[in-house]
């Protein structure tokens, strides 16, 4: 079955402890991207992918790392989170003119 | 970046009505797809159309690129619908809009 899988789907932690959430899709795709959705922003995109080993900022990077070292895993770090960081957060995937895939999300709470 | 912008932001329907949610996008695009957010908060793909018109059952939409703007249809609404209905605009990345909350309600 073609899936976009996150891990964990829920999260909480403590302000300052690393973490990483997990990103895995099983569709060749290029393109992988990590968004938090936070109530009346809509989504908005942390950082993006095109292929391996190559990624870009979107709108609101701070505070987040990602790396692509493989094509189908995009893991996101986050190296001392904060509370603002509390969020619903999503990893999506697409390839070359193909609809954009969701993973089921992670909700994650920084005390 | 793109600005994108959904209206109306929240709509109630009686089941078995029609309704049309409207994206506006502030540039030239290179594609636009829909999206329905469940209320267990899974985002499922509705539909990736860059320019006329698709139907899905009883969804339809819309995309006039030169005017930019797309224009979601849900005929016959049933309560399984509700949810939250988000646009996205892709350029160089995604932009999302805030998105359309909609409750059926039987």
């Known amino acids: 079955e073609a899936q976009v899988t996150q891990n964990p789907r829920y999260l909480i932690t403590v302000t300052g402890k690393k973490l990483t959430v997990t990103c895995s899709q099983n569709?060749?795709?290029?393109?992988m991207s990590w968004y938090r959705q936070d109530p009346g922003l809509g989504l908005r995109q942390i950082y993006y992918?095109?292929?391996?080993?190559?990624?870009d900022k979107g709108d609101v990077p701070e505070g987040y790392k990602v790396s692509r070292k493989e094509k189908r895993n995009f893991p996101l770090i986050l190296e001392s989170p904060s509370p603002n960081q509390t969020s619903l957060y999503f990893c999506?995937?697409?390839?070359?003119?193909?609809?954009?895939?969701f993973g089921n999300g992670t909700r994650l709470t920084v005390t | 970046g793109i600005q994108v912008e959904q209206s109306p932001p929240d709509l109630i329907l009686q089941e078995g009505a029609n309704s049309t949610l409207r994206c506006n996008f502030s540039?030239?695009?290179?594609?636009l797809q829909w999206f329905h957010q469940n209320p267990w908060g899974q985002l499922i793909n509705l539909f990736y159309i860059p320019s006329g018109t698709k139907q899905n059952g009883r969804l339809s939409a819309t995309t006039v690129a030169t005017e930019r703007y797309s224009l979601l249809y849900i005929s016959s609404s049933q309560t399984t619908d509700s949810g939250v209905y988000f646009c996205?605009?892709?350029?160089?990345?995604?932009?999302f809009g805030t998105g359309t909350s909609l409750t059926v309600i039987p």
């Open positions: 540039d030239s695009v290179n594609n």
């Open positions: 996205a605009a892709t350029g160089n990345q995604f932009y």
């Open positions: 999506a995937s697409t390839g070359v003119n193909s609809p954009l895939h």
């Open positions: 992918s095109m292929n391996v080993e190559v990624t």
């Open positions: 569709m060749n795709h290029e393109y």
